[in-house]
């Protein structure tokens, strides 16, 4: 029991930016500006590129094991399987119509094209300082916790959105170049490491914050950020440039209230 609570002390300071002994703050924020990923999600060192020699010798490389983390932020993690409740903001972004899209072009074409959505989209979040927690089929998925992006992160999480439209094309008047929709919510949520056998394999988020972004996603149209009011309200924001809507959503009782938003020039 008290190595749990040690666990979740040690995650909620961390991901709430009270934690200073661990400047992986710093850390994201420069090792975002090598070339180039996949990443580490923990610290965002670079796998391949210029920097992939780099922090294999520094102890950084690929873990063995996944993906998700590089050798050191593996280790790290696995001493703290767990996590902790706090509140995050999340931008889901979607590819629409990609079955329709799949049927046009060939394997390889599907691929390149899927492949330079997730980098622009990548792109996008980690300028934001944002955790990029999945890159599922044809779907991103970015946190923005108060320790890493600030206490204004639900609206750093709609400008990211925003930046995401603009960066695959939305905003060119010959239509974009990946048609994609954006969901946006903020709300408590457990967020922390997942694994067995004392080695950790991923980060995430889990519970009802998720779902809804995901929701929220599903149900935006090509160009269009669909925004919970629970993000609306922690964004400080006005419905000016909004189109205030009632949205039924899977697994909610009653409709519930949305923001959405099209002109990725507003400046929040």
């Known amino acids: 029991m008290k190595r749990g609570r040690e666990t979740e002390e040690w995650w909620r300071a961390l991901l709430t930016g009270k934690n200073l002994k661990i400047p992986i703050r710093q850390v994201r924020h420069v090792f975002r500006l090598i070339p180039r990923g996949p990443r580490c999600k923990f610290c965002n060192a670079p796998y391949e590129g210029l920097g992939g020699p780099l922090m294999r010798v520094i102890?950084?490389?690929?873990?063995?094991?996944?993906?998700?983390?590089?050798r050191t932020c593996q280790d790290l993690a696995s001493k703290h399987i767990g996590g902790a409740e706090v509140e995050v903001s999340l931008v889901f972004a979607d590819v629409r119509g990609s079955t329709s899209l799949a049927e046009k072009l060939s394997p390889s074409e599907f691929s390149r094209l899927i492949g330079r959505f997730f980098a622009v989209s990548t792109e996008a979040l980690l300028r934001t300082n944002a955790w990029v927690d999945r890159l599922v089929g044809d779907q991103v998925i970015g946190m923005y916790l108060p320790g890493f992006a600030g206490p204004e992160h639900a609206r750093i999480a709609i400008r990211a959105a925003q930046n995401l439209l603009d960066a695959t094309g939305h905003d060119d008047l010959s239509g974009p170049w990946i048609p994609v929709g954006v969901g946006v919510h903020t709300d408590t949520a457990f967020v922390g490491a997942v694994g067995s056998q004392g080695r950790a394999t991923d980060i995430t988020t889990?519970?009802?914050?998720?779902n809804v972004a995901s929701r929220l996603a599903s149900a935006a149209g090509p160009g269009e950020i669909l925004i919970s009011e629970a993000c609306f309200l922690a964004a400080g924001l006005t419905e000016s440039?909004?189109?205030?809507r009632q949205l039924e959503l899977n697994g909610?009782?009653?409709p519930v209230k949305i923001y959405a938003l099209r002109d990725y020039s507003l400046n929040f």
């Open 241 to 244: 440039g909004l189109d205030v």
């Open 206 to 210: 889990l519970g009802d914050a998720p």
């Open 252 to 254: 909610k009782r009653e």
């Open 59 to 70: 102890g950084r490389g690929l873990s063995r094991l996944t993906l998700q983390f590089c």
